[in-house]
């Protein structure tokens, strides 16, 4: 059980600062709620030995804190321990709708990033409301005000194949094998290409970015915390995005 490798414990000392008053999601992202979640995907945190099921949580929470995060360079305890500060986008976002005639947008709704991999448009919240037997489309917001539907969503996210992308749970399990078109494009096994199929578009093959360094920085600290090594291949790079 994923319990057996994260406990409560470890669980409030990677997101120390979640429920800080700072954070917009203080009091939102609880450990129970991450369990009974996780409870609910086969192979999520559970797949191989311990250390390769360690390695897949501290990826899986490197990815999804970077997404969330309130840190910055000077932050109390690092910036890295300032990971699930926010539920949803601030602002104001776009409804980000894209034209579906599976995944038609409800009147009014937008569905902008919420959650802790902040899932976006309305094909991925209808996808994922479909998985889930929930009614994403016709109410995003249960995203950013059910904490289980919120981890829910992320573990969704990283446990399903992306189009032509393996899923990131595959990547962090090591059962993904880059194809000759994978190699030639650079993307290896490893954290980056994780990186990749979160938002390679954005951020991989364009050389350093910091974005990409952050993510890098809070899956080295939870290797860290989980005594592991976080191995090769951190980021992206030289990856070209996966088309």
């Not at 609880?30 to 409870?39: D, H, V």
């Not at 980000?96 to 919240?125: E, L």
């Amino acid at each position: 059980d994923v319990s057996s490798i994260i406990t409560s414990q470890i669980f409030n000392q990677m997101l120390l600062h979640r429920n800080d008053n700072a954070c917009p999601a203080n009091g939102f992202y609880s450990y129970q709620a991450f369990i009974n979640a996780a409870r609910k995907f086969s192979g999520f945190g559970t797949t191989g030995d311990t250390n390769t099921r360690k390695n897949e949580l501290a990826a899986f929470f490197g990815q999804t804190s970077h997404e969330t995060t309130g840190g910055w360079s000077t932050a109390p305890d690092g910036p890295y321990a300032w990971g699930y500060c926010f539920k949803q986008q601030q602002g104001n976002p776009g409804d980000y709708c894209v034209p579906s005639s599976t995944y038609p947008c409800a009147p009014g709704k937008k569905y902008y990033g919420r959650g802790p991999i902040q899932i976006s448009y309305n094909y991925n919240y209808g996808l994922c409301g479909a998985a889930i037997n929930q009614p994403l489309l016709s109410n995003p917001g249960l995203v950013a005000s059910d904490a289980d539907i919120s981890f829910e969503t992320a573990i969704w996210f990283w446990m399903t194949p992306q189009g032509n992308k393996p899923s990131c749970h595959a990547v962090a399990t090591g059962q993904w094998n880059p194809s000759s078109a994978d190699q030639a494009a650079g993307r290896v096994p490893g954290y980056g290409v994780i990186t990749n199929i979160i938002n390679g578009g954005v951020e991989c093959g364009q050389g350093e970015k910091a974005e990409v360094a952050n993510r890098i920085g809070f899956y080295q600290r939870y290797c860290s915390i989980f005594g592991i090594s976080p191995g090769q291949n951190l980021d992206c790079y030289n990856q070209r995005p996966f088309s």
